[in-house]
Nanobody, 123 residues
Framework: QVQLVEYGGGEVQSGGSLRLSCVAS????????MAWYRQPPGAPRELVAS???????NYADSMNGRFTISRDNDKNTMYLQMDSLSPADTAVYSC?????????????????WGQGTQVTVSA
């Protein structure tokens, strides 16, 4: 069974920083592309950033260079460094990953989600 668990959420004042972590555990062979999503109150879920296996990254335009996504493949962990936070960044942040459980290199990848972590930015 594969599990993704997020850490690092909480409350911070406007202008502050937070670092989120997402740890993958369980029985799997390889982690493919990973991503952070967020869902603000009353709004649909949106992509924050994604990172491929070679650490190439993609960011949503609205992040404006304030967020940095990274990963440590040896630790099966993905990070999101969030700086210059504003109340508009208040949301539940969720980890997403495509993971192959089969030991066969041509095995299929399946999509997994973490349970989400609340980030609240106060004015």
């Amino acid at each position: 069974q594969v599990q993704l668990v997020e850490y690092g959420g909480g409350e911070v004042q406007s202008g502050g920083s937070l670092r989120l972590s997402c740890v993958a555990s369980g029985n799997f062979a390889r982690i493919g592309t990973m991503a952070w999503y967020r869902q603000p109150p009353g709004a649909p879920r949106e992509l924050v950033a994604s990172i491929s296996t070679d650490s190439s990254t993609n960011y949503a335009d609205s992040m404006n260079g304030r967020f940095t996504i990274s990963r440590d493949n040896d630790k099966n962990t993905m990070y999101l460094q969030m700086d210059s936070l504003s109340p508009a960044d208040t949301a539940v942040y969720s980890c997403n990953a495509w993971i192959r459980t089969s030991r066969l290199s041509n095995g299929n990848y399946a999509q997994y989600w973490g349970q989400g972590t609340q980030v609240t930015v106060s004015a």
